[in-house]
């Protein structure tokens, strides 16, 4: 019997430890995880579960990745999205996407998703889950392979203790903490990307995205936001000359958010009197970002460094150890795409392990 142990029972353990046990009675597997398996996927997509994003061509599905990118081309030629979806229906989990192309279960539960594992999971004899933080390698020294698949503090110390490097740990896919505050729960729109303005700073999938493409970007930094079409706005202006101006802002954004950037005087003007340096003077909001907002954090950018894993996840340092999931250091923006990257990592990681032990 082939004694696997995997550090971390989120996504991507959880998934792991599924295909290695489905497909060899061969094995043993135990899952250390401090807290419940797959707690980690419970706010997903709002509750909902965003499982993973249908893109087909899998060079554009790698785009998504501010790091790993060119790593993943391998991954995703070899488990892809049409393949992580049948694998999900398989396993009694029916899927459907939205007009964005977000896949979510067909309940709309992440608890139905959390729920469907962990019966899968309960169904052999040769799987437990223990209730332990796993910190170091000598804790482990019993067990034929390991894969570290978490990306707490603890994963980081263990993967650190095997003698693999970790890149600098940053805050993505989180909120800003601004010095201007604006109405708290109000929101606007840039492109098609919400911006959410909280009493702490900005939010929302805007802020999101940003947050992930400039993991690495020194604090304090200067944001600039557009507020609206300045062409757009002009011609409303022309066509409306006698109503007040900020009357026809309030069309653009929020009438809330119109009262506070405006001043009295300059709102309650006709619209014939407004001149383009006011138009300019207002056609952003210009943000102090001091911090990331960590309590809204749903991702780190940084860990295990890639130069240090094969394709199949292995590790180049100590051949019976892999790494799978968030501790590596790729990270997707919104939109599914972590959970993707946890899905197929802990495939394939699973599927090296099974040829090797077969």
Same mark, same amino acid.
């Given at each position: ?47 909902? #579960? ?78 437990? #889950? ?100 300045? #062409? ?7 066509k409306n000359s006698k109503k007040e101006f900020g009357t026809i802002l309030g069309n653009f954004i929020p009438k809330s958010l119109v009262k506070e950037i405006l001043e009295e005087?300059?709102?309650h003007k006709k619209c014939a009197e407004i001149s383009n340096k006011i138009i300019n003077e207002i056609k952003e909001l210009k943000f102090t970002v001091l911090e990331p907002d960590k309590v809204g954090e749903t991702v780190k950018a940084g860990g295990v460094d890639l130069k240090e894993i094969n394709n199949n996840f292995q590790s180049?340092? #100590? ?40």
């Amino acid at each position: 019997m082939t004694k696997i142990a995997i550090v971390g029972g989120g996504a991507s353990g959880s998934l792991c430890a599924i295909e290695l046990l489905k497909n060899s009675p061969d094995v043993k597997v135990t899952i250390f995880e401090k807290n419940k398996i797959l707690a980690s996927i419970l706010p997903t997509g709002g509750g909902r #579960c965003n499982l993973s994003n249908f893109i087909v061509d899998n060079v554009e599905l790698a785009k998504n990745y501010p790091r790993g990118e060119k790593f993943l081309y391998s991954v995703f030629k070899r488990f892809d999205v049409p393949q992580t979806l049948e694998y999900f229906k398989k396993l009694g989990i029916k899927t459907h996407k939205d007009a964005s192309g977000k896949v979510y279960p067909a309940s709309n539960s992440s608890k139905e998703v959390q729920e469907k594992l962990l019966g899968e999971l309960r169904k052999y004899k040769n799987f437990k #889950c223990i209730k332990k933080e796993i910190t170091s390698a000598q804790e482990l020294v019993e067990f034929d392979y390991i894969i570290v698949a978490g990306g707490s503090k603890g994963a980081y110390e263990l993967a650190l203790d095997f003698g693999h490097t970790i890149t600098p740990l940053k805050s993505a896919l989180c909120g800003y903490i601004t010095e201007e505050k604006y109405p708290s729960g109000v929101s606007i729109t840039i492109g098609d990307e919400p911006l959410l303005f909280t009493h702490k700073g900005i939010s929302g999938p805007y802020v999101f995205k940003l947050s992930s493409l400039w993991a690495y970007k020194e604090y304090p930094f200067t944001l600039n936001v557009p507020l609206f079409n300045v #062409c757009t706005l002009k011609d409303e202006i022309q066509k409306n000359s006698k109503k007040e101006f900020g009357t026809i802002l309030g069309n653009f954004i929020p009438k809330s958010l119109v009262k506070e950037i405006l001043e009295e005087e300059i709102y309650h003007k006709k619209c014939a009197e407004i001149s383009n340096k006011i138009i300019n003077e207002i056609k952003e909001l210009k943000f102090t970002v001091l911090e990331p907002d960590k309590v809204g954090e749903t991702v780190k950018a940084g860990g295990v460094d890639l130069k240090e894993i094969n394709n199949n996840f292995q590790s180049k340092i #100590c051949n019976r150890l892999y790494f799978t999931g968030e501790i590596l250091d790729v990270d997707g923006l919104c939109g599914g795409f972590n959970l993707q990257f946890a899905w197929s990592s802990g495939v394939l990681a699973a599927r090296d392990i099974l040829k090797r032990i077969s």
